[in-house]
C-alpha cells in the first residue's frame, strides 16, 4: 500500500510540474486577462516601469562622468522631459498598486470568511517574489558585476533585509523596494487582524495612521537636518560634490518613512471592497470622476513641477531650505494621494475625462508590459549599460568611453532608453516562462 500511494504522489509531482511548465498557457497567460483584473492597474504599472528605466537611464551616467559633465546635462534636460529626475515617484506608485491589490485581496478574504489565513498568504507573497529574485541574484552574482564588499551582503537580499544596509553594502542596490514590499506584507495583515477589523471607525484609523506617516518622515528628516539644506540632486546624483549615500539609508529606503503610500492603497481597496456600491452612487453624480481625475493630475503635476533636482536649489534662490523640508515631509505621500484619485477615477469613470483615462490606462497592451514589469526591474539596470556601449559604439565610433557619455545628446539618451526596454523586456520574458510563471502555477 505504502510503495502505491509513493508512486501515486511521485506520478501527482510529475504532473503537477509538467503544468507548472506547460508552455503553450505561460504563454497565453502573458496576454490573456483573467476575469475581473483590474485593468487601470496594468497602465500604471507600465508607465512606471518605462518611467524607472528613463530615469536609471540619465541616472547611470553620474557614475560614469565627472561632475561639470553631468550638471551640464541636468541644466540643460529640455523642461518637457525633466520629469524624469522624479522617477523615484514611481517606486511610490507601486507601492499604492501593492497597497490597493494585496490589502484587497485581504479584506475580500476577511469579509467572505471571517479570518485571515495568515501561513498560506505569508507563503504565498515568499513564494512570489523570491523565485525570479533568487534568479536575478544569482546571474549577477555570477557576472561579478558587485564588488565583493558587496557580495559577501547579498544574503541579506534573500531574506528582505537589505535595506536595512548602507547603499555601499547593499547588495543590487535597486532591490531595496523588494524587501520595503515584503516587509508591508509581513505587517499589512497583522494590522488588520489586531486593529483594522476591530473597530467601527475604520477610517479614521487609516487617516491616524496615513497621518503618521508625515510624522514619521519629519521627525527622521529632523534628525539629519542638512539632508534639506540642499538640492536632492546631491542625494541622488553620485558624482556631485556633497554626495553621500545619507539620504538613502535614513529615508529613502525604509518602510517607515514609505509606507504612506501603502495605505493610500490599503484605503482604496478598503473603499472598493465594503462600499462599492456607495462609490458608484458617489461617482454617478455629474463631473465628480472627472473632478477626481484632474484633481489627482494636478496634484502629481504640481509635485513633478518643482525644481528640487536643481543643482542650485539650496544655494541660489530658487527654492528655500524651509521649503525642501516641507516637500521631503509631504511629496510621496501627495503623490499617492494623486494616484489614488486617478485610480478611483478610471474605476468609475463617469465622464469625458475619466472615462478617457480609463481607456488608456486600461488599454489591452499595457497587460503583457505590466506582466513583465517584475522580472524587467530586476534586470533592466545591466541593460542600461549595455545600451550605453551600444549607442556610444553607434554615434561616437573611437572615442573614449567618458568622453562618448558625456556627449550624449537627448536623442541618444531616448535610443538608448528605447534599447533598454526592449533588452529588458526580451530577457524579462526568457525569465517569466522558466521562473516567474511556472512557480507562479506550483504555487496553486
Given at each position: 500500500?505504502?510503495?502505491?500511494?509513493?508512486?501515486?504522489?511521485?506520478?501527482?509531482?510529475?504532473?503537477?510540474?509538467?503544468?507548472?511548465?506547460?508552455?503553450?498557457?505561460?504563454?497565453?497567460?502573458?496576454?490573456?486577462?483573467?476575469?475581473?483584473?483590474?485593468?487601470?492597474?496594468?497602465?500604471?504599472?507600465?508607465?512606471?516601469?518605462?518611467?524607472?528605466?528613463?530615469?536609471?537611464v540619465c541616472l547611470a551616467l553620474s557614475v560614469f562622468l565627472d561632475y561639470?559633465?553631468?550638471?551640464?546635462?541636468?541644466?540643460?534636460?529640455?523642461?518637457?522631459?525633466?520629469?524624469?529626475?522624479?522617477?523615484?515617484?514611481?517606486?511610490?506608485?507601486?507601492?499604492?498598486?501593492?497597497?490597493?491589490?494585496?490589502?484587497?485581496?485581504?479584506?475580500?478574504?476577511?469579509?467572505?470568511?471571517?479570518?485571515?489565513?495568515?501561513?498560506?498568504?505569508?507563503?504565498?507573497?515568499?513564494?512570489?517574489?523570491?523565485?525570479?529574485?533568487?534568479?536575478?541574484?544569482?546571474?549577477?552574482?555570477?557576472?561579478?558585476?558587485?564588488?565583493?564588499?558587496?557580495?559577501?551582503?547579498?544574503w541579506a537580499n534573500l531574506l528582505y533585509v537589505n535595506n536595512f544596509l548602507?547603499?555601499?553594502?547593499?547588495?543590487?542596490?535597486?532591490?531595496?523596494?523588494?524587501?520595503?514590499?515584503?516587509?508591508?506584507?509581513?505587517?499589512?495583515?497583522?494590522?488588520?487582524?489586531?486593529?483594522?477589523?476591530?473597530?467601527?471607525?475604520?477610517?479614521?484609523?487609516?487617516?491616524?495612521?496615513?497621518?503618521?506617516?508625515?510624522?514619521?518622515?519629519?521627525?527622521?528628516?529632523?534628525?539629519?537636518?542638512?539632508?534639506?539644506?540642499?538640492?536632492?540632486?546631491?542625494?541622488?546624483?553620485?558624482?556631485?560634490?556633497?554626495?553621500?549615500?545619507?539620504?538613502?539609508?535614513?529615508?529613502?529606503?525604509?518602510?517607515?518613512?514609505?509606507?504612506?503610500?501603502?495605505?493610500?492603497?490599503?484605503?482604496?481597496?478598503?473603499?472598493?471592497?465594503?462600499?462599492?456600491?456607495?462609490?458608484?452612487?458617489?461617482?454617478?453624480?455629474?463631473?465628480?470622476?472627472?473632478?477626481?481625475?484632474?484633481?489627482?493630475?494636478?496634484?502629481?503635476?504640481?509635485?513633478?513641477?518643482?525644481?528640487?533636482?536643481?543643482?542650485?536649489?539650496?544655494?541660489?534662490?530658487?527654492?528655500?531650505?524651509?521649503?525642501?523640508?516641507?516637500?521631503?515631509?509631504?511629496?510621496?505621500?501627495?503623490?499617492?494621494?494623486?494616484?489614488?484619485?486617478?485610480?478611483?477615477?478610471?474605476?468609475?469613470?463617469?465622464?469625458?475625462?475619466?472615462?478617457?483615462?480609463?481607456?488608456?490606462?486600461?488599454?489591452?497592451?499595457?497587460?503583457?508590459?505590466?506582466?513583465?514589469?517584475?522580472?524587467?526591474?530586476?534586470?533592466?539596470?545591466?541593460?542600461?549599460?549595455?545600451?550605453?556601449?551600444?549607442?556610444?559604439?553607434?554615434f561616437h565610433a573611437g572615442v573614449e568611453a567618458r568622453q562618448a557619455l558625456?556627449?550624449?545628446?537627448?536623442?541618444?539618451?531616448?535610443?538608448?532608453?528605447?534599447?533598454?526596454?526592449?533588452?529588458?523586456?526580451?530577457?524579462?520574458?526568457?525569465?517569466?516562462?522558466?521562473?516567474?510563471?511556472?512557480?507562479?502555477?506550483?504555487?496553486?
Open positions: 500500500m505504502s510503495a502505491a500511494i509513493t508512486s501515486s504522489d511521485a506520478l501527482t509531482d510529475e504532473s503537477r510540474l509538467r503544468r507548472a511548465y506547460a508552455w503553450r498557457k505561460n504563454f497565453e497567460s502573458l496576454y490573456r486577462r483573467p476575469p475581473g483584473h483590474e485593468t487601470a492597474v496594468d497602465g500604471l504599472r507600465a508607465f512606471s516601469m518605462f518611467w524607472v528605466m528613463a530615469t536609471h561639470p559633465s553631468f550638471r551640464r546635462l541636468v541644466e540643460t534636460l529640455p523642461g518637457p522631459v525633466s520629469w524624469i529626475w522624479h522617477g523615484e515617484k514611481a517606486l511610490d506608485t507601486f507601492f499604492v498598486i501593492s497597497g490597493y491589490l494585496i490589502g484587497g485581496a485581504l479584506i475580500a478574504e476577511h469579509r467572505r470568511t471571517g479570518r485571515l489565513r495568515l501561513p498560506r498568504f505569508y507563503a504565498r507573497r515568499y513564494l512570489r517574489l523570491t523565485p525570479a529574485y533568487v534568479a536575478a541574484v544569482l546571474i549577477v552574482w555570477a557576472t561579478g558585476v558587485e564588488p565583493a564588499r558587496k557580495t559577501s551582503h547579498l548602507t547603499c555601499d553594502q547593499m547588495f543590487m542596490d535597486w532591490t531595496w523596494s523588494l524587501a520595503v514590499e515584503e516587509q508591508f506584507y509581513l505587517v499589512l495583515p497583522l494590522f488588520l487582524i489586531a486593529l483594522f477589523f476591530r473597530t467601527r471607525h475604520k477610517l479614521a484609523l487609516t487617516g491616524a495612521l496615513f497621518a503618521a506617516s508625515f510624522g514619521a518622515r519629519a521627525w527622521v528628516l529632523a534628525r539629519h537636518p542638512h539632508l534639506t539644506q540642499t538640492s536632492f540632486a546631491s542625494h541622488f546624483f553620485r558624482d556631485f560634490p556633497d554626495f553621500t549615500c545619507e539620504y538613502f539609508d535614513s529615508v529613502y529606503d525604509k518602510l517607515l518613512t514609505r509606507y504612506g503610500p501603502f495605505v493610500v492603497g490599503v484605503a482604496l481597496a478598503w473603499s472598493h471592497v465594503c462600499h462599492g456600491a456607495r462609490l458608484r452612487r458617489f461617482f454617478a453624480r455629474p463631473f465628480t470622476s472627472d473632478a477626481a481625475a484632474v484633481l489627482g493630475a494636478a496634484l502629481c503635476v504640481a509635485l513633478l513641477s518643482v525644481p528640487i533636482f536643481r543643482p542650485d536649489t539650496a544655494s541660489g534662490p530658487v527654492l528655500a531650505p524651509s521649503f525642501i523640508f516641507a516637500y521631503a515631509v509631504v511629496h510621496r505621500n501627495l503623490w499617492a494621494v494623486g494616484v489614488g484619485l486617478g485610480l478611483l477615477a478610471s474605476s468609475y469613470p463617469n465622464g469625458p475625462l475619466s472615462r478617457a483615462a480609463a481607456s488608456i490606462l486600461g488599454a489591452r497592451l499595457w497587460y503583457p508590459v505590466a506582466q513583465l514589469s517584475y522580472c524587467a526591474y530586476l534586470f533592466h539596470l545591466g541593460f542600461v549599460m549595455v545600451s550605453y556601449l551600444l549607442v556610444a559604439r553607434l558625456a556627449a550624449f545628446s537627448v536623442p541618444e539618451l531616448g535610443l538608448a532608453l528605447a534599447l533598454t526596454a526592449g533588452m529588458s523586456f526580451a530577457f524579462g520574458t526568457i525569465m517569466y516562462l522558466l521562473v516567474e510563471r511556472p512557480f507562479l502555477n506550483l504555487r496553486r
